[in-house]
């Protein structure tokens, strides 16, 4: 009974359980193809995609931590179906975009932009040694996707003036996730157009 009971509770994603993710290498590779073959970024970006974005601080609160992974390539799990990141430097001082996308199985997509809105919401601030402080503050995203959300931050890195937006937008089953970093200044309205752009090279 305990046997048949687990593998119910497995079946229905219940009872606790995670629910299984069967990643696609085909659906993966045109994610890929998406953000490497010609993307087309606001001006002023590089048409040449680099490796993933790399947190550059390790945030103690796990909602900071959260809402910087898809990003960096690692998406919630959860009905996880495909994943691509990829990165693109700006001409701006120490600009780059870190763009993730992410598509899910069934109605997953929707559960997981809520649950980082909530963790986003909750990420006040991010403290980290060597003189890392930087303050969150929420942005507006109008327009973009089937629902979105984004922030602010602002501070020091390692002592030093830094500043990045983070975005993240659903559209249908893809959760498409943008970090946008500069020196001090980043505009936020560029970081939008980004994300509308990915939100439309993945439905494309």
């Not at 193809?33 to 945030?59: H, M």
């Not at 559960?111 to 006040?124: F, M, N, P």
């Not at 200044?185 to 560029?190: L, N, P, T």
Request: net charge negative; proline share 5%; with cysteine.
């Amino acid at each position: 009974m305990i046997v048949v009971l687990a593998i119910v509770c497995g079946l229905l994603a219940g009872c606790g359980g995670p629910v299984e993710s069967y990643v696609d290498a085909q659906a993966t590779a045109r994610l890929r193809e998406v953000l490497n073959k010609d993307p087309r970024l606001p001006d002023g970006f590089s048409a040449r995609s680099e490796e993933p974005w790399r947190v550059p601080f390790t945030p103690a609160d796990r909602n900071c931590r959260a809402v910087f992974d898809p990003a960096a390539g690692r998406a919630p799990a959860r009905a996880l179906t495909a994943q691509a990141a990829a990165s693109f430097e700006g001409d701006e001082l120490g600009e780059v975009a870190g763009v993730g996308l992410a598509r899910y199985a069934g109605s997953e997509a929707e559960g997981h932009i809520e649950d980082l809105t909530e963790a986003l919401e909750a990420c006040r601030s991010v403290r980290s040694g060597g003189g890392t402080r930087l303050r969150l503050t929420m942005l507006p995203v109008e327009n973009v996707g089937d629902e979105a959300v984004g922030a602010e931050l602002r501070g020091r890195l390692n002592g030093y003036p830094y500043a990045l937006d983070v975005m993240l937008a659903r559209s249908g089953d893809t959760l498409v996730s943008v970090v946008h970093t500069g020196i001090a200044k980043v505009d936020a309205e560029r970081t939008r157009q980004v994300l509308s752009a990915v939100v439309g090279m993945a439905s494309a």
